[in-house]
C-alpha cells in the first residue's frame, strides 16, 4: 500500500492564482482530513470528510473548499490565493473502529504564495 | 473549549539525559490522547495512544486526569530522538483530532 499520497510536493503561486492540492489514500479509510502546519502554530483542520459525498468545516476553512466524491480521493482546493495561505499542507485519513483515532498523513505539501 | 497545550517549543538536552516533553488538555469529557512525532523531512506519524498504555522507541506517556496532563518521557535521550513532537486530543466521534502547537525535541552529543 502506498498510505496517503499528496501531489505536488512544492508549489509557488501568486496572488490571486487559484490551485487544487490533491490527495489519495489507498487504505479504504472512511474518514479525511486537510490540516495546514504553520511555524509555532501546530497543526490546524481545514476540513474533514467522514465519507464520499459528506465533507464539514475544520478550524480554518476560509479561503478553501474541498469535495469527496470518492473514498480514495479529497482533493483541497484554493481560490485567490493569499500570503496567508503559505504553510504546509497535509492530507491525513482514518478509519474509525473500536474507538481508534489514529490518523495516517501524508508527505505534505510546501506552497508560497507571493 | 477543547485545547491543547505544549508550552515548550523546543527542548535542548544531551544524549543520554532524561527528557520530559510536557502537554496539558483541556476536555470535559473522557479524553483520548495521542504523541505524533515528525522527523525531518518525514510524515508525521503515531508514537504513542494513552488507552494502549504502551512503550514505544523508550518513550512513554501517562495520562494523569488530575492534573490534565499527559506528558511523553524518556529516561535516556538518543539522538535519533531529535524530531518535533505533537500532542493530540482526540474529539468527538469524526476522528477529529485537536493538535498541540508542537515541541521540538534536539538531543545534542
Known amino acids: 500500500n502506498a498510505g496517503v499520497t499528496q501531489t505536488p510536493k512544492f508549489r509557488i503561486l501568486k496572488i490571486g492564482q487559484s490551485m487544487t492540492l490533491q490527495c489519495t489514500q489507498d487504505?479504504?479509510?472512511?474518514?479525511m482530513y486537510w490540516y495546514r502546519q504553520d511555524p509555532g502554530m501546530g497543526l490546524k483542520l481545514i476540513y474533514y470528510?467522514?465519507?464520499?459525498?459528506?465533507?464539514d468545516k475544520g478550524e480554518v476553512p476560509n479561503g478553501y473548499n474541498v469535495s469527496r466524491s470518492t473514498t480514495e480521493d479529497f482533493p483541497l482546493r484554493l481560490e485567490l490565493a493569499a500570503p496567508s495561505q503559505t504553510s504546509v499542507y497535509f492530507c491525513?485519513?482514518?478509519?474509525?473502529?473500536?474507538?481508534?483515532?489514529?490518523?495516517?498523513f501524508g508527505p505534505g505539501t510546501r506552497l508560497t504564495v507571493t | 473549549a477543547q485545547r491543547v497545550t505544549q508550552p515548550e517549543k523546543l527542548l535542548s538536552v544531551f544524549k543520554g539525559a532524561p527528557v520530559e516533553l510536557k502537554c496539558n488538555y483541556s476536555?470535559?469529557?473522557?479524553?483520548?490522547l495521542f504523541w505524533y512525532v515528525q522527523y525531518s523531512r518525514q510524515r508525521l506519524q503515531l508514537l504513542l495512544r494513552h488507552i494502549s498504555r504502551e512503550s514505544i522507541k523508550g518513550f512513554t506517556a501517562d495520562l494523569n486526569k488530575g492534573e490534565t496532563s499527559f506528558h511523553l518521557k524518556k529516561p535516556f535521550a538518543q539522538e535519533e530522538d531529535s524530531a518535533m513532537y505533537y500532542c493530540a486530543l482526540g474529539s468527538g466521534n469524526t476522528g477529529k483530532l485537536i493538535f498541540g502547537q508542537g515541541t521540538t525535541l534536539q538531543v545534542k552529543p
Open positions: 491525513a485519513s482514518s478509519y474509525l473502529g473500536q474507538g481508534t483515532y489514529e490518523q495516517y
Open positions: 470528510s467522514v465519507g464520499a459525498g459528506i465533507t
Open positions: 476536555y470535559s469529557g473522557s479524553p483520548e
Open positions: 487504505m479504504n479509510h472512511n474518514y
